[in-house]
């Protein structure tokens, strides 16, 4: 019974330590949104927006030895109720994605917004700097929207474990380091 009680403390002395350094090296990076500025331009939603990507060392170096990296860029369109729950008016999902080309050293930006479709940089810096940057986003709507209703933008980003290589995610699904997400947050529709 003794020798029990020893091996519980000791276990749970254990994990504590664990988590607490789990949690340090969890500091410090991940994703967030600064800014978005979100305009009703038409038929669409003309998005510009700041986003913050600050990746683990786990997933840099995946991506420097040419492991594309799939993030998503999730929005919601929801009209403001006062005594309901806002309504669900639309939701789309934006495609991004970082990748490596040892050939040329240079790493490429692909999103709908960019000129053709992508961008080359030198550095991942760069390339970094550009994706959590993006002007003009065009987010067609459904349906037209009322005039006198106020609507806000929800916005979150996430990076994509199930589009990295059947080999790397049953890691990355128990590995701290590859859940990467912002926060969903929530902006205001200018007309």
């Not at 664990?18 to 800014?35: E, K, M, N, P, V």
């Not at 978005?36 to 030895?65: F, H, N, P, Y």
């Not at 474990?161 to 890691?171: C, D, E, N, S, V």
Request: hydrophobic share 40%; with cysteine; charged share 25%.
């Amino acid at each position: 019974m003794l020798a029990c009680k020893k091996t519980n403390t000791f276990f749970t002395f254990f994990l504590l330590l664990l988590i607490s350094i789990c949690s340090g090296t969890a500091y410090g990076r991940g994703f967030s949104i600064d800014q978005i500025e979100a305009v009703q331009d038409g038929q669409a939603i003309q998005v510009d927006g700041k986003l913050t990507l600050k990746l683990t060392d786990d997933v840099r170096k995946a991506l420097s030895k040419s492991i594309p990296i799939q993030l998503k860029m999730e929005f919601v369109l929801h009209r403001v109720r006062n005594y309901m729950w806002d309504k669900e008016i639309a939701v789309w999902t934006v495609p991004i994605a970082i990748s490596y080309k040892p050939v040329s050293d240079e790493y490429v930006v692909s999103r709908p917004d960019l000129l053709n479709q992508e961008e080359t940089f030198d550095s991942q810096h760069a390339a970094l700097e550009r994706l959590g940057a993006f002007n003009d986003l065009s987010l067609p709507l459904p349906s037209p929207l009322a005039e006198n209703k106020e609507y806000r933008l929800e916005a979150r980003i996430k990076l994509e474990l199930g589009q990295l290589p059947a080999m790397m995610r049953p890691l990355a699904y128990f590995s701290s380091s590859w859940h990467l997400n912002s926060k969903w947050t929530e902006w205001p529709l200018e007309r």
